[in-house]
Nanobody, 122 residues
Framework: QLQASGGGLVQPGGSLRLSCTASGRTSSITAMAWYRQAPGKQRELVASITSGGSTTYADSVKGRFTISRDNARNTMYLQMNTLKPEDTAVFYC??????????????????WGQGTQVTVSS
């Protein structure tokens, strides 16, 4: 399970830090990512991070957002700086999992957090 937090209302140019804490099958987590969905738009990938720490970003957030993860705390972060009104959206965290089930069969799965609202407005 994933629990996202840290959203809120912030003025343009401000900052927020989102957190996503995993519980349960945390040892099976491989990559993690942040997505967002603005009203009337499709959900889009914002940033991702592998278990080894490699990161990717959407062009729209490069240089402003930083994704990180603390494996010891089973937590992923998204530091968002220089926020713009167009960043307003519900942000979701996702974790990809790989493990073997009781029949020794490989399982690839994804888990989503519940979403946290980010509103950038003056």
């Amino acid at each position: 399970q994933l629990q996202a937090s840290g959203g809120g209302l912030v003025q343009p140019g401000g900052s927020l830090r989102l957190s996503c804490t995993a519980s349960g099958r945390t040892s099976s987590i491989t990559a993690m990512a942040w997505y967002r969905q603005a009203p009337g738009k499709q959900r889009e990938l914002v940033a991702s991070i592998t278990s080894g720490g490699s990161t990717t970003y959407a062009d729209s957030v490069k240089g402003r957002f930083t994704i990180s993860r603390d494996n010891a705390r089973n937590t992923m972060y998204l530091q968002m700086n220089t926020l713009k009104p167009e960043d307003t959206a519900v942000f979701y965290c996702r974790a990809d999992l790989f493990y073997y089930n009781d029949y020794s069969e490989p399982v690839v799965a994804a888990s989503w957090g519940q979403g946290t609202q980010v509103t950038v407005s003056s």
